[in-house]
């Protein structure tokens, strides 16, 4: 059986905990309870020629990345990076933190996910500083825990990267 360990990585509440949620519950809720240590589900994703369990390290969010527990990355083989659309500030958070992983673990593959689209408003990150870094080849997905929006896409994307 394929078994792919995935770690959850960004910023404080940018929505890490409600993605997972959504993904393997298929529920959200507006209620914040913030992540203490590390917390791990298990899903199994279909694609079109195996079935992969993606183990998926849930993990608190670190705004002061030097606090940040670099050891609960060890033996992972991909990431989804977590940035909040409405603080652009979370953006650096969650790249810098991939850049931290990468000195320490080496490059594995990742989605980004730059999660409460729901809130259009109150975006905060442009178009072109998205278009920019898909040209750069980043793959990028605009989520919504709230609604759904392109969560299962960003799963199915990193189970089909770390199991190629
Ligand atoms: N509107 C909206 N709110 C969201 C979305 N995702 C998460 N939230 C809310 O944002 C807050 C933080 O969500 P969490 O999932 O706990 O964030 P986290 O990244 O796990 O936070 P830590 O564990 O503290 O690092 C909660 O109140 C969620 O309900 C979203 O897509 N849209
Ligand atoms: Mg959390």
Not at 16 to 21: D, G, N
Not at 95 to 108: D, H, Q, S, W
Not at 123 to 152: F, H
């Amino acid at each position: 059986m394929l078994q792919k360990k995935i770690c959850m990585l960004g910023g404080f509440a940018v929505g890490k905990t409600s993605l997972v949620r959504r993904f393997v519950q298929s529920i959200f809720s507006e209620t914040y309870l913030t992540t203490v240590g590390v917390k791990i589900d298990k899903k199994s994703v279909v694609l079109s020629d195996k079935t992969v369990d993606l183990i998926l390290w849930d993990l608190a969010g670190e705004d002061d990345i030097g606090s940040f527990r670099l050891s609960y990355v060890r033996g992972a083989t991909g990431l989804v990076l977590v940035a909040d659309g409405t603080r652009a500030a979370t953006l650096t958070v969650a790249l810098t933190l991939r850049e931290r992983t990468e000195a320490e673990f080496g490059a594995m593959p990742f989605v980004l996910l730059l999660n409460k689209s729901d809130l259009a408003d109150q975006w905060t990150i442009s178009d072109d500083a998205i278009n920019e870094m898909r040209q750069s080849g980043y793959q990028i997905y605009l989520t919504s825990a709230l609604s759904g929006e392109s969560v299962d896409d960003a799963f199915i994307q990193l189970a089909s990267l770390v199991s190629k």
